[in-house]
């Protein structure tokens, strides 16, 4: 794969480094100045401004901006960039206590913790990716040197124009790092710079590669003494050039390409400069550009020349546009057999070579993606880009020869490619957003179209290009297919459409294709609710707020989603107004199971314990054989094996909701998808060793594309009550959609039936698949490390209503919940009853994890067992401060607590409570001196209760060994779900922590 040269279009580079602050001193300071900041900015300045991507006047400097200057340089830099744009940012990097934004503190910033805007003076990185996807660059490169740079990846995901911006951070995520002597550039910078600084063309992709190597050789380490890992995120076929000081032979002094000689030149249409060249004195060619019609560097149609909008490129006007369409990836992109052409192959040597795709069949050249201003760096299997509102690219012809430039939109697209021919202006301008716009067309473009207008008129596209260039291999556009997939299951269907593009069911006799295919994702949820209820937003969006077409893409022609459930669940809630109708085929295309993948320093070999068990009783095991063992399940709402592992975890009737949180809970958000949860992992060792991971079996043979060979290796085990990934095809209909119907009909009809057939099968079974109908496993060669050939049983398909009730109890989970604390007051709490490590004082910090739409409430538990308890504060919803104050008029009693008559009365108190769905939580604060009253028979009765009630019940203990195996509280939070705390633990975060993930206060 080569990266995007954007050499001679307009690049922007904004450098920015924060080396002074305003507040440095607590308790609302940054943590200090960085010195070695300053030095940073002058390095890469000079290192880039060397690099021959960007000129002089293309880089801008901020030194110690504040947030609003910062901004307005933003701003600026996004609107002007046309071919790549470029942020550096050096300075301090803040997380919020979940871990889920990234905040970049300008000059200005201050910490105020525990308040709403918890870094005033420092850009959300969630915003900032926002305003720069509004450039017209056709790449975007953020490149972040702070604490918690890693951080930004989770934001970067699901972002919805991702596929346009490369991220460079400089440490893994949840890592500080040290700046460094203030002498010096920072550690990372000064790699960086060094690397940018050697001799050739430097990609951003093998600079991250070489740029962790160096870094690993250097033994830098984290704050936390962890290896010193710089990240890099960007969707595999996407990179661009960073610097190119050696010019390549044969180039000029500048480093751009002289006119090559063409010994079939056909005579000129019209009179040029220099008919020997077709080129303007002194022009340039345009990186990025694809050689075609015979003359190296001209630019073709839909190849992003600013100021030509070329149809579906999302620029306002531009015919076959998509309003707020994100950028797609697409199937086919340079990486198909170049035996057989396509759109994008050509002949080098024939007269009409290049991108144009004009060229014979058999050239043996390989594919080049072309990408146009709405959908940059995307190549388009096919290279027909239909029309999101209406499914088909508007009734051309499914069959016959290659795709001509500018066909599939009126005669005047053609004209720009013939004008294109006799020369383009060098598009450089200076940063300063005073300076005048460089000129964007030479007076040929003004005058071309008048004059060739009455050739297309009077000869038709096919004959001027046949009289052009002499060539009658020329092939209509081949029709373009939308394939929407679940993310966890793109990388396969992708695989699939790349094989299916140049197999021989879709080359016609003259070696032109019949079909082209997109291949795209969305989160699971989303593109089910749109299909569901908002079809006709989706093909025509009438607000801001409800645009599919932005949020998950244009409108599918077929939907491969991860479950048949899935469907079911669209068709039982479809509006009866609905535009978009399915059909879903019968069987799926594949299966596999949904596992708990083990690490090996944790699991076990043995067949018993790795299958035959439901899913909870298998993370039971797991953490009473190794206490410090954690699970993690990717986003539910976003991939369909996130919500499927999630029915085992709550229960077909999706019943055991906190406790199933609590056994998968974990700092920050989960990962989107089931590979990005195995790719994050090996970030830090510890982790990665110790914790296991639900997801789908194929992954543990088909891999993700980082960390391959460092993460864990890991045992699969086989929960009974989990269902599996089945993968199905369903041909989506749009109402209206009919003028190509018949041949899109064919088109879908012909990739169902190679996805179904052998050679499908031949690529779900290289990806680790088992078969949709014996659950064997479709490679018959030796299992995937760590996976079981024939465990039993697998689980049958995912029913709708069970997928239903987990997604919207899993939703609820994350509203407004319910906490009753239990208070130990009785005599023996006197000497633990006053400061901060108190039994109030305590209770007071848990507080915070609790918002104005909680409802809580506090019983002091002290008495005789006909009146175990007093009421402090009613459950109700409560202003803090009023807690706070009720919980301060807490007193000891001079009386014995009866904890066994204290939590029967609350756990049915909250069983009474718990029909409106909120996530409950009873906490139990205690020294334990009287858990005399909590054995045998009574004991036995507590422990039952709490075991069919679904509140899990967290104890805090105050007494030293409070929570050893087979203690009275241990074995209550045990069988109930919750937690046991007590002296070896810091109780006031882990209790904080406890509330915040049932409360909606500070997480």
């Not at 744009?85 to 889920?100: E, K, Q, R, S």
């Not at 910090?845 to 009613?874: I, N």
Request: charged share 25%.
């Amino acid at each position: 794969m080569l990266p995007l040269d954007p050499r001679g279009t307009a690049n922007r580079a904004l450098l920015v480094g924060v080396s002074e602050y305003d507040l440095t001193k607590p308790p609302h300071g940054v943590p200090g100045d960085l010195p070695a900041v300053e030095h940073n900015l002058g390095r890469m300045r000079e290192v880039l401004a060397r690099g021959r991507v960007f000129e002089e006047q293309e880089i801008r400097v901020l030194a110690s901006p504040t947030l609003d200057a910062f901004g307005r340089a933003l701003q600026a830099a996004a609107e002007e960039a046309e071919g790549l744009l470029l942020l550096y940012f050096a300075g301090h990097g803040a997380i919020p206590n979940a871990g889920d934004e990234l905040f970049l503190q300008m000059r200005n910033a201050r910490v105020i913790p525990g308040g709403s805007a918890v870094f005033p003076g420092a850009e959300m990185f969630s915003s900032l990716l926002a305003e720069l996807a509004t450039s017209p660059a056709r790449r975007i490169v953020v490149i972040l040197d702070c604490c918690f740079a890693g951080n930004a990846a989770w934001i970067w995901e699901p972002f919805y124009a991702k596929r346009r911006v490369l991220l460079l951070m400089s440490v893994q995520a949840n890592h500080r790092i040290d700046a460094g002597d203030p002498r010096t550039p920072t550690p990372f910078t000064d790699v960086l710079a060094a690397l940018l600084e050697e001799e050739g063309e430097t990609g951003l992709r093998d600079l991250s590669d070489r740029l962790r190597q160096r870094m690993a050789t250097l033994g830098h380490l984290t704050e936390r003494g962890k290896p010193w890992e710089p990240q890099f995120r960007a969707e595999p076929d996407v990179d661009v050039l960073l610097t190119a000081k050696e010019a390549s032979p044969g180039t000029g002094p500048d480093g751009d390409r002289p006119p090559q000689e063409d010994t079939e030149r056909p005579a000129p249409l019209l009179p040029g400069p220099d008919p020997g060249s077709g080129l303007d004195p002194g022009s340039d060619p345009g990186p990025g550009s694809e050689p075609g019609l015979g003359q190296p560097g001209v630019h073709l149609p839909g190849s992003g020349e600013p100021g030509l909008p070329a149809p579906g490129s999302g620029e306002p006007g531009a015919p076959g546009s998509v309003t707020g369409e994100p950028d797609l990836p697409a199937s086919g992109s340079g990486q198909s057999d170049p035996s057989v052409p396509g759109p994008g192959q050509s002949d080098p040597s024939a007269p009409c070579s290049g991108g144009s795709g004009l060229s014979a069949p058999g050239s043996g050249e390989p594919d080049r993606p072309a990408s146009g201003p709405g959908q940059p760096g995307a190549s388009v299997s096919g290279s027909g880009q239909s029309d999101p509102s209406v499914p088909g690219p508007g009734g051309s012809s499914s069959q016959g020869r290659r795709e001509v430039p500018g066909s599939r939109s009126s005669p005047f697209r053609l004209v720009r490619l013939l004008v294109a021919r006799f020369g383009r202006s060098r598009r450089r301008g200076p940063l300063r957003p005073d300076a005048g716009r460089p000129r964007r067309r030479t007076a040929v473009r003004v005058v071309a179209p008048v004059v060739l207008a009455a050739g297309l008129l009077g000869l038709g596209v096919l004959g001027l290009i046949k009289i052009f260039c002499g060539n009658d291999s020329v092939c209509d556009p081949a029709l373009e297919l939308r394939v929407l997939t679940d993310p966890d299951l793109e990388p396969t269907v992708r695989a699939a459409a790349d094989a299916y593009l140049t197999s021989d069911g879709n080359i016609t006799d003259a070696g032109c294709r019949r079909t082209g295919i997109t291949v795209y994702s969305a989160g699971s949820s989303d593109v089910v609710a749109a299909l569901r209820g908002r079809t006709g937003a989706w093909q025509e969006p009438r607000d801001a707020d409800t645009n599919p077409q932005r949020d998950i893409g244009p409108q599918p022609d077929v939907w491969i989603p991860a479950s048949r459930a899935a469907v079911d669940r669209v068709e039982a809630g479809q509006d009866t107004d609905a535009v978009a109708g399915l059909e879903a085929d019968e069987e799926p295309l594949a299966y596999s199971p949904v596992v708990l993948a083990v690490p090996h320093d944790i699991g076990s070999e043995a067949l018993g314990d790795r299958a035959d068990h439901p899913l909870n009783d298998m993370i039971d095991t797991l953490t009473e054989r190794y206490e410090n063992a954690a699970v993690r399940r990717p986003d539910p709402e976003f991939t369909t094996a996130g919500l499927l592992a999630t029915v085992g975890l709550y229960g077909t009737d999706a019943r055991a909701v906190a406790r199933g949180e609590r056994l998968v809970a974990q700092p920050g958000p989960p990962s989107p998808t089931a590979a990005e949860l195995l790719c994050t992992l090996p970030d830090d060792d510890a982790v990665d060793d110790r914790t296991a991971a639900l997801v789908p079996e194929f992954l543990l043979r088909s891999g993700v594309g980082c960390d391959r060979t460092t993460r864990s290796p890991r045992f699969a085990q086989y929960p009974e009550d989990v269902p599996g990934v089945e993968p199905v095809f369903v041909r989506v209909r749009w109402a209206g959609a009919d003028r190509d119907e018949s041949a899109r009909d064919a088109s879908a009809e012909g990739f169902r039936d190679w996805l179904a057939g052998e050679h499908g099968r031949e690529v779900f079974a290289r990806d680790g698949f088992r078969s949709a109908y014996d659950r064997e496993l479709l490679d018959k060669g030796p299992a995937a490390e760590g996976v079981l050939r024939a465990p039993s049983p697998l689980h049958q398909s995912a029913g709708r209503d069970a997928m239903e009730r987990a997604l919207k109890a899993y939703q609820d989970a994350g509203g407004p919940g319910r906490v009753l604390f239990l208070l130990d007051s009785s005599g023996s709490m006197t000497g633990l009853w006053k400061g901060p490590s108190g039994g109030p004082g305590l209770l007071r910090q848990s507080l915070g994890g609790l918002g104005g739409q909680d409802e809580y409430g506090v019983w002091a538990v002290a008495g005789p067992g006909d009146r175990p308890y007093g009421t402090l504060l009613p459950l109700d919803r409560h202003r803090r401060a009023d807690a706070e104050r009720a919980v301060g008029t807490a007193r000891v009693r001079d009386a014995e607590a009866d904890p066994h008559a204290a939590l029967l009365a609350a756990l049915d108190e909250m069983t009474a409570r718990g029909d409106d769905h909120r996530p409950q939580l009873i906490v139990h604060i205690t020294d334990g001196e009287d858990n005399d009253r909590l054995t045998g028979d009574r004991l036995d009765e507590v422990l039952a209760r709490a075991r069919t009630s679904d509140v899990p019940v967290t104890v805090v203990s105050l007494q030293s060994g409070g929570c050893d195996p087979d203690r009275p509280d241990r074995r209550i939070a045990d069988v109930s779900g919750g937690r046991c705390l007590d002296a070896v633990d810091d109780l006031g975060a882990a209790l904080h922590d406890e509330v915040a993930r049932t409360g909606t206060g500070e997480g």
